[in-house]
Every structure is written in structure tokens, then in C-alpha cells.
């Protein structure tokens, strides 16, 4: 009987199986053609610890890594894959190609390959296929919300690992909000010394005044944030940084009360969750400090796109301070509401100006500046109201990406985000709307776990997988079935497994049985 075929996620966009396998041995070599080493380096430090295997170089090798300029038509992350009985060829554009037919081939091999420590009596067989492989979708983000709880760069890292597999290629990392400032800034320390740390650590409910007590605190070197980039760049994955702004800055207030509007008043950091109503101030100076924060945010993080918050922005502030409704008025604004626009245009004109591209998030599906870059996240007609004004947008809509929402109704599923559930199905049948006839362009989908409710890594496991492999499966491929997902995911668990991922159900309505480790409660 011949062996099970491997269940890949995402699916390949052209997949053939052929008959017989290509075994990977002591003895197997690459043959590393020009621009491809780096994809090399990838394959051998993946591969090496589970299996042991050298993957010498040699000219003659039959596993062969080339960049080919004629496959332009594949694009940057686009590969062709051949693996016959007594050769294995992949090949790509660019080197960005090459990285995501690697995740294929772990794929491929047997499930142990994704261990994390030698494996013994192991035939490394991968099955002969012919694969055309393509992305739908340019964008396929995942944010990690690393503000509300702290999570160390060990584990931002973990995840990089996991996107990779997945074909996904964006981390868009959220390093600031109201509880909690995780971003070093030479010039005002106080925001990590004060701003990292608050006197709870947010477990309770939704809505919840109770808090278990337990200081919560965290932040990460610029050392260990430039590490992280190049780990992740070495994997085809850009780190999208976010600063929030001109909301959701009750920690940078807390350090720095002189940029709020009432500069006299001392806050702390929010222990809540939700939408806080302290806001920046519209001073000059605080201007000059959102630019010096920026400014080191661009020297750590080379992402063309930075991304500056801008939602649920409450203006009462603003209406409150003689010094807001001073330069409302000296704006020639119509009111203080209309400082968010102008606010937000200031700050993306200064990115501007340094070659990046501003990014936020689109509350109402309007009133952005023209030259931003927008998430939309509450109705999909958002987005298209986005495309029609000529923004590009990343579609991001909360009830099919927000995996802090329950993922089951099932009577174990922790306590999410109050809601409707977000299951499996809801995230892989996500498809933003794409009209042909608008002058922006959908450049892809995200996925967020923002974590009011996951404090440590087990929590971001279960909510994140398996949905995050359903968002993968659809960004990449583009049209794959619902049924085809269901088959696959059920033996891509074992992948799971093997790289230690405490995942949620893959049946939403049986026990989760097919859980990598302990249920977090």
C-alpha cells in the first residue's frame, strides 16, 4: 500500500503527486546555485536537529537550490518545486521564493522533521511531486498584541517560526497601548522603566473590576528587537512595528503626563481593557516627541510600512482643553473632533518624508489621510470605502480575524472576547472584497490575537491554531474547499504536535482532544 500523501497548509496553487520518493540521507548534498545560499543556511538549520543531516555542499549534489530570473512571472514569493526518485529541484525568482518552497519540503518530509530534537530510525522520504506554488494575497499578516500581556522575544520568535511554515509574511508586532509600553526609546526611558509595568495583571472577565493583584511588566531591548527582525527576515517575514496613536496611550501618559492635555494630572498605567478616553495632546512639544519615538521605531525597523494606531480615538479630551480648541480653531478646523485627521496627517507626513508608508487602522472606513496605508476591521463595506478613496488596505474584519474571540460554544472554551464565536470555518471562508473598479488595492488579510486573555504563550497557542492555519490556507491559495481544509488540518494536528502548539479545537463542536498539550483554563 502506498504511503499517505502529505496534507500540506497552506495548499499549493498547482500540485501534482508523482509515483516513488527522494530519501534524504548522510550522504545527500546541495548543489547551491548563485543568490540561493541563504535559502541553504534556512534549510540546514531547520532540518539539523531532528534529523542530523550535514546537507553538504557539493557541484554535483542532486538536491538543487536555484535562482532562475526567467521565473519572474512567479513573482517575489512565487517557486517551482520538482521531486523526482533521484533529484529534487526548487527553484524561484528570488530568494523569498525559494524560502517559502522550504516550508513546503518540512511539509513534505515526515512529521518528525519538525522536531525539535534528533529523531532516530527515521526514513527522511519526501514524496515525488511536481508544484507551481503562487500567492494569492501579497499581505498575509498575523498581529501580536504583546502590549495588554508581555510576551518575551523567545517567544516572539516561536511565532516568527510558526508564520513561516504557514507562508504567512507579515508580524505586525503591537508594542504600545493603553497597558502596557514595550517599545526602549533613548530619549524618554520612563516609557518602558514606567510605562512597562502596571500594578495588574488583567485576568479578570470583560467588563471585570476584579484583577488577581499581580504586577505585570515587560519590555524589550533594542538589541533584542533588531535580533528579532533579522531572525524573521532570514524567514521571508517582515516586522510591521505599531505604535498607537493619538489613542491608546495611557501608558506613554503615565510616563510622560506633559504630553497629555492636562499635563498636571498624574495617571497609571490602565489595568483595564477597552477604549481608554486619555488621549495626546496637539502641543508642539508633543509633536516632537511622537517624532523622536518614530525615529528610533525607523532605526530598528527597516518594514516600509509603520503603522501609527488611529482608531477609537474619543476627542472629549479635545473638547475640554483650551489649548485643542485653540488650534482647532487655528487649523481652521471645524471642530476639535477633526484634530484625529489632522493629527494623523502631521505624523504620516513625517513618515513620508523618511520613505515609509503610514499605516492604520480605519475605525468608520473614512477620514484618513489620502497617502495611508488602511487595516479595516469593522465592516467589509469599510473596505470597500477605503478602496474607492484610493487606499491601500489590508483587510482585517474582526468577525472572521480577531481570534480573541471564543473559538466554540463549547462549555471548556476559556472566556473570550464578549461576542459571537469566531470559529474555524468563519476565518477560512474570509475573503475581502476586491473590486476591480476602485483606485486602491486590497493587498491582503491579517489575523489578530490581541491579548486581554492570553497572558502567557499557552493562551496565544490556543487562540491562535488552528485558525491561523485557516487564514494561511486562504491568503495563499486563495479558492481552497472548506472540506479539503478540514481533511488536511486534521493531519496537519501532527505537525502541531511536534512543534509543541497547545492548539484550540479542530472540530468546534467535540472536546478538543487533538490538543498538543494542557487545555488552558
Known sequence: MPAPRPALVPLPTQLSFRPGHFTLDADSSLRVLPGAEPAAALLRELLAPATGLPLRPSPEGPFVLALDPDLGGLGEEGYGLTVAPDAVLLRAAHTT??????????????????????RRA????????????????????????????????????RYVDLMALHKLNVLHLHLTDDQGWRMPVAAYPRLTEVGGRRAESMVGPAG?????????????????LSELVGYAAARGVTVVPEIDMPGHMRAALAAHPEFGNFPERRLDVWTRWGVCDTILGVQE???????????????VFPSPYIHIGGDECPTAEWAASPVARARAAAEGLADTAALHGWFLGRIGDHLIERGRIPTAWAETGEGLPARFTVMTWRDPEHTRIALKRGHDVVSAQHRATYLDYAQSVRPDEPKGQPGDVVDLRAVHDHTPPDDTDTAGRVLGVQAQVWTEFAPAADRVDYLAFPRLCALADRAWHGNPSWPGFRDRIATHAARLAELGVRHGPLDTHVPNSRSSGKEPS
Open 285 to 299: 512639544p508633543t509633536f516632537d516627541f511622537v517624532r523622536t519615538v518614530l525615529d528610533e521605531v525607523l532605526d
Open 208 to 224: 471585570s473590576d476584579v484583577f488577581d493583584g499581580v504586577p505585570h511588566q515587560g519590555a524589550y531591548t533594542r538589541a533584542e
Open 97 to 118: 521564493g525559494l524560502l517559502r518552497g522550504i516550508q513546503t519540503l518540512r511539509q513534505l518530509l515526515p512529521v518528525e522533521a519538525l522536531a525539535p530534537g534528533p
Open 122 to 157: 527515521v526514513a527522511w522520504k519526501v514524496p515525488c511531486v511536481e508544484i507551481t506554488d503562487v500567492p494569492r494575497h501579497a499581505w498575509r499578516g498575523f498581529l501580536l498584541d504583546v502590549a495588554r500581556h508581555f510576551q518575551p522575544v523567545s517567544q516572539v520568535r
